[in-house]
């Protein structure tokens, strides 16, 4: 008998349970469509608050295939932590595992990127570095709980609120190859690929460090730092860890975190345990954690940072 992965409990009230169904939510609506299927924001009726239902299809793996992705979303849902997306339930409707999870209000990180590329502005240094710290402590995590993400992007990274961005869709891409017949899946996406993944090497954790640092240097140049016209010119960027400096007003501490995290060979590359314990990453962490830290994430974005680039009189 198929089951529910792991019943919601915490900030849901304990009275009412999911009954693992889709009967359970109304208002759904798609909001985005992934790489493994769609995503629709809806409303649990039994406490009138709004969820993320992430889609996949399970119809080509067997049900052995099936119970040991739901054991795996199981595995997933037991990771508490304030900077990854919270899992809640899962189910099976006609071939579809319907994963519930945490509803993220501000959006992704892709898209707030992309907001500010329109407007021409940098994204204030100070922002960066909080979200480049929470973002290390859920990465952390995860990795403490061995799961790889495998596909750490900025369109998988949401801003819950105004304090807080975490990392979502993690452990998706272990779920989808439980299936023999998914195991081909490329893993990531290509301009987040680490190196030892586009040489079909054996990885580790360090790939989701090494994405990190995509995320990093995405935030302060608003743009990958990884491009090619065709995929082999791409590939053969990132083996060679050929990027264009980051813009000269980011302090040179900034620059060296992401160089770290772009080390293209992953033994030169340090575990999310040693990103936290680098000197600049550790003095901002410890002020992040402090009562007297400053306002806001949401404050320091009303700080207009300087225009890229500035139109001739």
């Known amino acids: 008998v198929l089951t529910s992965a792991a019943p919601m409990d915490g900030e849901p009230s304990p009275h009412s349970p999911f009954n693992g169904s889709i009967k359970d939510f109304t208002g759904m609506k798609i909001i985005g469509k992934g790489t493994y299927g769609k995503v629709y924001r ?33 595995v997933l849902a037991s990771i508490r932590n304030p900077n990854t997306i919270r899992y809640y339930d899962s189910f099976l409707e006609n071939d579809k595992l319907l994963i519930v999870t945490e509803f993220a209000r501000g959006g992704d990180l892709s898209a707030k990127v992309h907001r500010h590329l329109a407007r021409k502005e940098r994204i204030d240094e100070e922002v960066i570095w909080r979200y480049f710290i929470q973002l290390c402590q859920g990465l952390q995590s995860l990795h403490a709980s061995k799961v790889i993400h495998r596909d750490i992007k900025s369109a998988n ?9 975490a990392i979502g869709d993690f452990g998706i891409s272990k779920v989808l190859k439980c299936s023999t017949a998914m195991a081909s899946t490329q893993i990531g996406t290509p301009y987040y690929m680490a190196p030892e993944i586009w040489t079909n090497q054996r990885y580790n954790e360090k790939c989701d460090v090494w994405a990190l640092g995509v995320v990093l240097y995405e935030l302060c140049a608003l743009r990958h730092p990884f491009l090619g016209a065709t995929e082999r010119s791409l590939r053969d960027r990132v083996l060679r860890g050929q990027y264009d400096p980051l813009p000269s007003c980011y302090s040179p501490a900034l620059r060296d975190v992401v160089r770290l995290l772009l080390a293209v060979d992953p033994r030169a590359r340090p575990c999310m345990d040693q990103i936290l314990a680098h000197p600049p990453v550790a003095a901002r962490a410890a002020a992040a954690d402090s009562p007297d830290a400053g306002g806001p994430v949401a404050l320091l974005d009303t700080i207009r940072p300087p225009a890229m680039r500035r139109q001739p009189p």
Not at 58 to 64: D, E, I, R, T, V
Not at 157 to 165: C, G, H, N
């Open 157 to 165: 990274i949401y801003l819950v609120d105004a304090k807080r961005v």
């Open 42 to 74: 809806a409303v649990r009726t039994a406490d009138n608050k709004e969820y993320a239902i992430k889609e996949l299809n399970l119809a080509p793996m067997s049900p052995k295939e099936r119970q040991d992705a739901l054991n795996e979303v199981r």
